[in-house]
T-cell receptor, first 113, second 109 residues
Framework: KAGVTQTPRYLIKTRGQQVTLSCSPI?????VSWYQQTPGQGLQFLFE???????NKGNFPGRFSGRQFSNSRSEMNVSTLELGDSALYLC????????????FGPGTRLTVT | GQNIDQPTEMTATEGAIVQINCTYQ??????LFWYQQHAGEAPTFLSY????GLEEKGRFSSFLSRSKGYSYLLLKELQMKDSASYLC??????????FGTGTQLKVEL
């Protein structure tokens, strides 16, 4: 079974721009969660989507948004980028049945200059 | 709110045993997780505890005490490939995981 894939793997953007990151979950998995990882804050939960609906949301500003498509692929968007948004963005997929069966993708490394 | 504490760094010798501690304060509790993350790679699931006690899986064991808000990950017969960051995470409700900042373990010869 193919794992979680994320595109692009690396991205460089300028302050004020917007960015869209993509995540394709493991086949059959309906839940996709997004996390931001920085050296100082560690892994922080952004949001979770299940069957195209946002089910949980972390404490991030409205500049961070996401969506999920009918094929379970998910995108997250960050508008008006700030230097502090530089981070590794990880998505994780789950079949929806067991919380501990969550598998992470390799992440997208976003650098904002 | 959620607060998870774990040591920032630890160093141990190949072949030895190391214990990585994690303390947490959460408004709800649905389980505690340990993940391993090698530099530049995705976190991989190691263990899940929802009841008090020890869960053993090969060289790795994880312990939980819900009344003390405490867990540890025990790694035995350390190998060089165990050098990685170890992340403690708590599910406080729903499917949202709150992570600690991770413990960077360095295994030396």
């Amino acid at each position: 079974k193919a794992g979680v894939t994320q595109t692009p793997r690396y991205l460089i953007k300028t302050r004020g721009q917007q960015v869209t990151l993509s995540c394709s979950p493991i086949s059959g998995h309906r839940s996709v969660s997004w996390y931001q990882q920085t050296p100082g804050q560690g892994l922080q939960f952004l949001f979770e989507y299940f069957s195209e609906t946002q089910r949980n949301k972390g404490n991030f500003p409205g500049r961070f948004s996401g969506r999920q498509f009918s094929n379970s692929r998910s995108e997250m968007n960050v508008s008006t980028l700030e230097l502090g948004d530089s981070a590794l963005y990880l998505c994780a997929s789950r079949s929806g049945q067991r919380i501990y069966e969550q598998y992470f993708g390799p992440g997208t490394r976003l650098t904002v200059t | 709110g959620q607060n998870i504490d774990q040591p920032t760094e630890m160093t141990a010798t190949e072949g030895a045993i190391v214990q990585i501690n994690c303390t947490y304060q959460t408004s709800g509790f649905n389980g505690l997780f340990w993940y391993q993350q090698h530099a530049g790679e995705a976190p991989t699931f190691l263990s899940y505890n929802v009841l008090d006690g020890l869960e053993e899986k090969g060289r790795f064991s994880s312990f939980l005490s819900r009344s003390k808000g405490y867990s540890y990950l025990l790694l035995k017969e350390l190998q060089m490939k165990d050098s990685a960051s170890y992340l403690c995470a708590v599910s406080g409700g729903g499917n949202k995981l709150t992570f600690g900042t991770g413990t960077q373990l360095k295994v030396e010869l």
